[in-house]
T-cell receptor, first 116, second 112 residues
Framework: AQSVAQPEDQVNVAEGNPLTVKCTYSVSGNPYLFWYVQYPNRGLQFLLKYITGDNLVKGSYGFEAEFNKSQTSFHLKKPSALVSDSALYFCAVRDLGSSNTGKLIFGQGTTLQVKP | DAGVTQSPTHLIKTRGQQVTLRCSPKSGHDTVSWYQQALGQGPQFIFQYYEEEERQRGNFPDRFSGHQFPNYSSELNVNALLLGDSALYLC???????????FGDGTRLSIL
């Protein structure tokens, strides 16, 4: 069965510093991976996806993610954090089961706190 | 171009009651998925509708049911509400089997 893990409940970083939010996955076959962000009292906003191709994926708001097949990881990164990046971040994998409907399986989420 | 819209925003019910949540997909999308997000958790897949049929179902009891209309909008119904049903219910739309899914802002359901 497909699954994702986000090993950190919270990540703290100073504004202007680089940030990394970690995600590891477990799938049978080639993974379809996603990052979403959730601000308080809002739904999930899509940031970026990896389907195939370059291991470094660029997304919205200056975020990027690095796909590493050997380490089964898909870490979210940003070179310079902003206070406005403070939010809850979810990694997700597409379920490639028999129904193949595009169902997403989410991690538990990581709270990113960017301090001024 | 309107995104995914959900109504109502908030809802308070008591145990044993029934509730209906509504979702209008993003323009051009024909597939609607519903997720339950309990406090402090990631969203959990409930089911997906395409062509007015349930295409896949997650690990939720039959108290959770849904419907999709010809205009692609969808409803989520929950019967015999339990305290544990308190959560944020998210609707996501997409073109069938395509990604990414686009999410609405959710309906916050509180059970007293």
């Amino acid at each position: 069965a497909q699954s994702v893990a986000q090993p950190e409940d919270q990540v703290n970083v100073a504004e202007g510093n680089p940030l990394t939010v970690k995600c590891t996955y477990s799938v049978s076959g080639n993974p379809y991976l996603f990052w979403y962000v959730q601000y308080p009292n809002r739904g999930l906003q899509f940031l970026l996806k990896y389907i195939t191709g370059d291991n470094l994926v660029k997304g919205s708001y200056g975020f990027e993610a690095e796909f590493n097949k050997s380490q089964t990881s898909f870490h979210l990164k940003k070179p310079s954090a902003l206070v406005s990046d403070s939010a809850l971040y979810f990694c997700a994998v597409r379920d490639l089961g028999s129904s193949n409907t595009g169902k997403l399986i989410f991690g538990q989420g990581t709270t990113l706190q960017v301090k001024p | 171009d309107a995104g995914v819209t959900q109504s109502p925003t908030h809802l308070i019910k008591t145990r044993g009651q029934q509730v209906t949540l509504r979702c209008s997909p993003k323009s051009g999308h024909d597939t609607v998925s519903w997720y339950q997000q309990a406090l402090g958790q990631g969203p959990q897949f409930i089911f997906q509708y395409y062509e007015e049929e349930e295409r896949q179902r997650g690990n939720f009891p039959d108290r959770f049911s849904g419907h999709q209309f010809p205009n692609y909008s969808s409803e989520l119904n929950v019967n015999a509400l339990l305290l544990g049903d308190s959560a944020l219910y998210l609707c996501a739309s997409s073109a069938y089997r395509n990604q990414p899914q686009h999410f609405g802002d959710g309906t916050r359901l509180s059970i007293l």
